[in-house]
């Protein structure tokens, strides 16, 4: 017997005290910074995206458990896909989160992300867990040295 509300708990938690990918990145090619003044949550996330891929993808900074888990858990999931990936994930996860018509989403590629759904129910933490997606929509259309002119 288990119970998937505290198997959820335990995801976050893990990922709030040990966060995957926490440290700045030296060939990191875009940086954002975040900032949810109504929790106090700060972050900045590093990416290396090398011809729409997500090479290499980080985050610092210190926050709720909420916004630290997302954030560990979202630059586990988009290292290494597609910049698209990234924005149907980043949809799917909005949706999630805030949607009201859950059946309508497809969370087939959130994987544990789905850990945060519980959030919905605690408006006043949306923004923890949405915190870090917001940042990196920021880093990923940032103007690049090298522009693409396909
Ligand atoms: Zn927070």
Redesign the pocket.
């Known amino acids: 017997m288990f119970d998937v509300e505290d198997l959820y708990q335990q995801v976050i938690v893990d990922h709030s005290r040990k966060p995957r990918n926490f440290h700045t990145l030296e060939n990191a090619n875009r940086k954002a910074e975040g900032y ?1 003044p ?4 700060k972050l900045t996330i590093y990416m290396r995206v090398e011809n729409g891929i997500i090479e290499d993808l980080a985050f610092e900074g210190s ?5 630290v888990a997302s954030a560990s858990l979202m630059t586990q999931l988009l290292k290494g896909r597609s910049e698209a990936d990234a924005e149907r994930i980043f949809n799917a996860f909005h949706e999630m989160v805030t949607g009201a018509d859950q059946a309508a989403i497809d969370d087939r590629e959130l994987g544990k992300l789905k850990v945060l759904a519980g959030v919905r129910r605690y408006p006043s ?1 949306i ?2 867990a949405t ?1 870090c997606w917001h940042t990196l929509n920021a880093a990923l259309s940032q103007l690049t040295e090298t522009v693409a002119t396909e």
């Open positions: 949810n109504l929790c106090g949550d926050g709720c458990a909420i916004s933490r923004k923890c915190l």
